[in-house]
């Protein structure tokens, strides 16, 4: 063994071999640094920087028409020498959030609403990138609406990750992100104030419903922007603040969102029927609902059930697994592996066009009315503004509808209080009816007075057969 006593280090042998020590030294502290975590990454900002990529600020430009009392007049008089008073244009912000890599994205209804052009611009973290988009879906009552971004072919986005419905924890850290003012992307930190919070009506209090309330900031240009969770998870969209009072801001949960989304882009909006509700959860599509005899239910699916490939591959997400089940439609058996606890199971199905199913003879197995859509033509020769409601041909001899005091001519506005779009959508109503369900009608017959044509307005009560 070496005798390290014994060894003549000298004034540069010692020197060197100090040097040497502090070098090793700042080595293992600077290893030691190395290894240690960043304090400044904490849960909030990792789930930022997951997310902000898939927030978009949305542009849109609404056309608006001029109307001018004295504008008849002036062209009467001024004939071509009369020029129009220009459109409008109205520009408004907003915020959204993608949702599959396809470019579909999520935003409140009233943000794109009349809105004649759309453009969303990506953050910087995101390449910054400015798109044109179109509006696929929405619904005024839900406030959410769908968007498809027009990208080249190809083009991927980052999407976001949907929490599982109602994983919510009160007093949870939540982050609000979106388009402020037209500031670009922007983070707020709150907490979940409230899982169930009821937007205010005009002059009234607040009550008890489904909105999320945060005290994250939540300003104009938020709407439709994603309200997140610790995880990077999707939890509502920003819809509203309260101006009466400070930190009390408003976001539809995401199971409203999940169930709005199913509703706005599904087969049934093609005229195919499915009749399974599947939402996304997490990084899974669950059967959210299977209605009683449809295509999903024969198939054998069950609400719980959890999808792992449809078509013979699993979906990206909730966008492509309709999008599969569209392109084979009612031509073809579609194949799905579905897991229902930890059994994985084999299933087929194939959609069914809705008029083969729901049309006037269900309506008229169900209520004794034969009805019909009314025309624009139909309409205006009974009065109408628009062609609202089927008119009533016939009414079945001896049935309910006759001793209620229903008769040809009249026409049929509601089911419950729902108006149906069309023929299609009142069978739909009445399909799930079972013999002895009470169903309420409203009703409207017009009756001639000389040159005038009277409305009169009723409502009866019918039980399905």
């Known amino acids: 063994m070496q005798n390290w006593s014994s060894v003549p280090w000298g004034r540069f042998g010692w020197a060197a071999g100090r040097r040497g020590?502090?070098?090793?030294?700042?080595?293992?502290?600077?290893?030691?640094?190395?290894?240690?975590?960043?304090?400044?990454?904490?849960?909030?900002?990792?789930?930022?920087?997951?997310?902000?990529?898939?927030?978009?600020?949305?542009?849109?430009?609404?056309?608006?028409?001029?109307?001018?009392?004295?504008?008849?007049?002036?062209?009467?008089?001024?004939?071509?020498?009369?020029?129009?008073?220009?459109?409008?244009?109205?520009?408004?912000?907003?915020?959204?959030?993608?949702?599959?890599?396809?470019?579909?994205?999520?935003?409140?209804?009233?943000?794109?609403?009349?809105?004649?052009?759309?453009?969303?611009?990506?953050?910087?973290?995101?390449?910054?990138?400015?798109?044109?988009?179109?509006?696929?879906?929405?619904?005024?009552?839900?406030?959410v609406a769908l968007l498809k971004i027009k990208a080249g072919p190809g083009e991927r986005f980052q999407a976001v990750r949907f929490a599982a419905d109602d994983d919510l924890l009160l007093g949870e850290t939540v982050l609000a992100l979106g388009n402020p003012f037209g500031l670009g992307g922007s983070v707020s930190q709150g907490i979940l104030s409230s899982k169930s919070?009821?937007?205010?009506?005009?002059?009234?209090?607040?009550?008890?419903?489904d909105w999320l309330q945060t005290d994250a900031a939540i300003n104009p240009g938020n709407s439709g922007g994603p309200l997140i969770n610790l995880r990077g998870e999707l939890i509502g969209l920003n819809v509203a603040v309260y101006r009466e009072g400070q930190g009390i801001g408003f976001a539809i949960p995401i199971k409203r969102v999940s169930e709005a989304l199913t509703e706005l882009f599904s087969p049934e909006r093609e005229r195919l029927w499915f009749g399974a509700r599947v939402r996304p959860a997490g990084s899974d599509l669950i059967v959210?609902?299977?209605?009683?005899?449809?295509?999903?239910?024969?198939?054998?699916?069950?609400?719980?059930?959890?999808?792992?490939?449809?078509?013979?591959?699993?979906?990206?997400?909730?966008?492509?697994?309709?999008?599969?089940?569209?392109?084979?439609?009612?031509?073809?058996?579609?194949?799905?592996?579905?897991?229902?606890?930890?059994?994985?199971?084999?299933?087929?199905?194939?959609?069914?066009r809705e008029a083969t199913v729901f049309n006037a003879a269900l309506i008229r197995q169900k209520l004794g009315l034969t009805v019909q859509e009314l025309t624009r033509d139909q309409a205006a020769r009974l009065g109408l503004m628009s062609p609202v409601g089927l008119y009533i041909t016939a009414v079945e001899a001896g049935s309910e509808a006759e001793r209620a005091g229903l008769e040809r001519g009249q026409?049929?506005?509601?089911?419950?209080?729902?108006?149906?779009?069309d023929l299609v959508a009142a069978a739909r109503h009445l399909y799930p009816r079972a013999p002895g369900d009470a169903?309420?009608?409203?009703?409207?017959?017009?009756?001639?007075?000389?040159?005038?044509?009277?409305h009169q307005?009723?409502?009866?009560?019918?039980?399905?057969?």
């Open 21 to 143: 020590v502090v070098v090793a030294v700042l080595t293992v502290l600077a290893a030691v640094r190395a290894a240690e975590p960043d304090v400044r990454r904490t849960p909030a900002v990792e789930a930022v920087a997951r997310v902000l990529p898939a927030v978009v600020n949305i542009g849109t430009e609404t056309i608006v028409e001029v109307s001018d009392p004295f504008e008849e007049l002036l062209r009467e008089f001024f004939g071509p020498y009369y020029r129009r008073r220009p459109a409008e244009t109205q520009y408004s912000l907003g915020s959204g959030v993608i949702i599959d890599e396809t470019g579909y994205l999520l935003t409140n209804e009233h943000v794109v609403r009349r809105a004649s052009r759309i453009w969303v611009k990506l953050t910087e973290e995101a390449g910054g990138g400015v798109y044109e988009a179109e509006r696929v879906a929405g619904n005024a009552l839900s406030d």
């Open 197 to 209: 919070r009821r937007p205010a009506e005009e002059g009234g209090p607040l009550g008890i419903e």
């Open 288 to 352: 959210a609902a299977v209605e009683p005899g449809s295509p999903a239910q024969r198939a054998g699916l069950r609400a719980g059930d959890h999808v792992l490939r449809v078509d013979g591959a699993p979906p990206a997400g909730f966008i492509e697994f309709n999008q599969r089940l569209l392109a084979a439609g009612d031509r073809r058996d579609v194949p799905l592996e579905v897991r229902r606890g930890n059994t994985p199971l084999q299933l087929t199905v194939r959609l069914v």
């Open 411 to 421: 026409i049929l506005l509601a089911l419950d209080g729902k108006v149906p779009d």
């Open 439 to 454: 169903v309420r009608v409203d009703l409207l017959w017009p009756r001639r007075s000389g040159r005038l044509i009277l």
């Open 457 to 465: 307005r009723g409502q009866v009560t019918l039980h399905v057969r």
